[in-house]
């Protein structure tokens, strides 16, 4: 089984789509730029977002557990993978890498 390593690469807020069809929310998403998460098994970091958990899981199992090049040379790094939560609203990209 891999190490993985699991980094928020960027935060995008589009306050146009907030302010027409959500309604407030406090703290909807408290993850910062650079972020990082070091993972020796399949399991949720306890201070990772529920939802973008869902979003990268899947490719956190595949690279932990040997997978790569995912997509057929999608990534320059064919043992990563860049994924963004599901959130409209406020998407986070995450880079997930398998280290040494």
């Known amino acids: 089984m891999n190490k993985l390593k ?3 690469m960027k935060k995008v807020c589009h306050e146009d789509l907030i302010a027409k069809y ?3 929310i406090e703290h909807a998403c408290d993850l ?3 972020q990082s998460w070091i993972l020796n098994e399949y399991k949720k970091p ?3 977002c529920d939802s973008a958990w869902e979003s990268v899981s899947p490719f956190v199992m595949t690279l932990l557990y040997g997978g ?11 043992k990563s993978a860049m ?3 599901n959130d409209g609203f406020r998407p986070v990209s995450f880079l997930i890498e398998a280290i040494e």
């Open 6 to 8: 699991i980094t928020v």
């Open 22 to 24: 959500e309604n407030p």
């Open 32 to 34: 910062q730029v650079g």
């Open 46 to 48: 306890t201070d990772f």
């Open 68 to 78: 790569e090049d995912i997509y057929d040379g999608w990534m320059k790094n064919k």
């Open 83 to 85: 994924i963004s939560c």
